[in-house]
């Protein structure tokens, strides 16, 4: 997995509330769509119109926003079902952090296996972010800083936000669920040849015939 320690580009607004993961990858290209293209697809009842062709409205369609590493979002986003299809497409876009009041749980930490970082901050905050990435058009810039637990603002505004340490961690250092356990591989162990000297009844129980 990608480490994610520090991020700088364009932040896309796209205010509207309860944007579930069907939104994000409709249900007819999980079997088909492989995480190489699942971008392609991803967002499709907003991002394009009934004939194919993209929907202008759609902020990341427009110029200054086709290239968005953060999107600033409405509330409960990403809820729905559990698929994390939803992650991989929205990665597959380049973007690589979601900021918005609340999530769906299972999207929130399906990020996390991801190297998505999803950052919780409270309404009037995010209603402050969406003004102004809207204002600068995808001309200005905004930072994060993992390590630092930062955001700020082109206008300069530093924002700190929630992140437990071992999620903190395993963005920085590029690790899911099996990564950070695999750092364990050593203690594991020499904790079963210490405890097999101690209890080696237990791991004769396999043997006996």
């Given at each position: 997995m990608e480490k994610l320690q520090q991020l700088k580009g364009v932040a896309a607004p796209l205010p509207r509330a309860n944007i579930d993961t069907d939104i994000i990858t409709p249900m007819k290209y999980l079997t088909s769509a492989t995480p190489d293209n699942l971008h392609?697809?991803?967002?499709?009842?907003?991002?394009?119109?009934?004939?194919?062709?993209?929907?202008?409205?759609?902020?990341?369609?427009?110029?200054?926003?086709?290239?968005?590493?953060?999107?600033?979002?409405?509330?409960?986003?990403?809820?729905?079902?559990?698929?994390e299809t939803a992650v991989w497409g929205i990665k597959g876009m380049g973007i690589r952090c979601v900021i918005a009041e609340s999530f769906g749980d299972i999207f929130f930490n399906n990020c996390f296996q991801n190297s998505v970082l999803p950052i919780r901050l409270p309404a009037e905050v995010v209603a402050d972010l969406m003004a102004e990435a809207g204002d600068d058009q995808g001309n200005t810039q905004f930072q994060v800083d993992v390590a630092a637990r930062t955001l700020t603002t082109p206008s300069g505004r530093s924002i700190t936000f929630d992140l437990t340490p071992d999620r903190q961690t395993a963005l920085l250092e590029g690790l899911d669920d099996i990564g950070q356990t695999m750092k364990e591989d050593a203690e594991t162990a020499a904790f079963q040849d210490k405890d097999r000297t101690a209890r080696p009844w237990i791991y004769e129980l396999g043997t006996i015939d």
């Open positions: 392609d697809h991803t967002f499709e009842p907003l991002r394009f119109m009934a004939d194919g062709s993209e929907n202008p409205d759609f902020i990341l369609n427009k110029p200054g926003y086709r290239d968005s590493v953060i999107l600033i979002a409405g509330r409960n986003f990403g809820c729905g079902s559990s698929r």
